[in-house]
């Protein structure tokens, strides 16, 4: 199963330096909704078979020009929710690196628990625990694989990440998600497989599955082994 994590586009929040968190009102500023508008495009010629998404207000008009292109009606998932920073919520960015929180977020997020709000750890479990139930979900509803998107928040899909690159959530800190970029993560039964992190641009079919084999002639479907060498392609 192939998974694209859309981060919401940029937010009202993002130009004016806040922390968004769970916030009510936050909306898509004038360049956010042009990503919106944009993300059709960059996923034309891809059979997205479902799209999942956060509560929040700046993933649902993110996803709203897909849903609308594909005739989808998009699942709401808690579990992609913000992270719940609370105390920190809705404060200056510039106001939190003088925390003595912000270090520990910053080089051992692992141990991270926002003031009135939830660790970082949470989040990641939360996340991960999300993304691979609709992975079960929708290959059994299909029988074969699918790809499907995953639309939420910057910290979620670092750490999401983070999991399927078999990095320590300590390391998170260490990808780059901007807003409206698309990570792509396809499981298998033994492992993840990263195509794509932060990527604001270019062709992403060669991350769409093969189609399923024939029953007769399967081999015990596709391979959950690393090609050695980095492989050729298709």
């Not at 996803?63 to 594909?70: E, G, H, I, K, S």
Request: hydrophobic share 40%; glycine share 10%; net charge negative.
């Amino acid at each position: 199963m192939t998974v694209i994590l859309l981060r919401h586009g940029r937010s009202t929040s993002n130009t004016a330096g806040t922390l968004a968190g769970r916030s009510e009102g936050v909306e898509l500023d004038e360049v956010g909704r042009e990503q919106a508008e944009k993300v059709v495009a960059r996923l034309d010629g891809i059979p997205v078979a479902a799209i999942v998404r956060s509560p929040l207000l700046r993933c649902e008009q993110t996803v709203a020009p897909l849903a609308a292109a594909r005739s989808l009606d998009p699942v709401v998932e808690d579990r992609l929710l913000e992270v719940d920073y609370g105390e920190w919520t809705g404060r200056a960015i510039k106001d939190l690196t003088g925390e003595k929180l912000w270090k520990v977020v910053q080089h051992h997020p692992s141990a991270a628990v926002f003031p009135g709000g939830e660790g970082l750890a949470d989040v990641q479990a939360r996340a991960v625990r999300a993304v691979r139930d609709h992975d079960e979900r929708l290959a059994a509803e299909a029988g074969h694989d699918v790809v499907w998107v995953a639309c939420t928040h910057g910290d979620v899909i670092k750490s999401v990440l983070a999991d399927a690159l078999g990095s320590h959530l300590d390391q998170f800190q260490r990808i780059v998600v901007d807003p409206s970029s698309i990570s792509v993560v396809r499981y298998t039964e033994t492992r993840a497989f990263v195509h794509r992190v932060g990527d604001l641009g270019g062709d992403l079919r060669q991350v769409v599955p093969p189609p399923p084999k024939d029953p007769e002639n399967a081999d015990g479907g596709e391979s959950s082994d690393a090609v050695i060498g980095g492989g050729a392609g298709r």
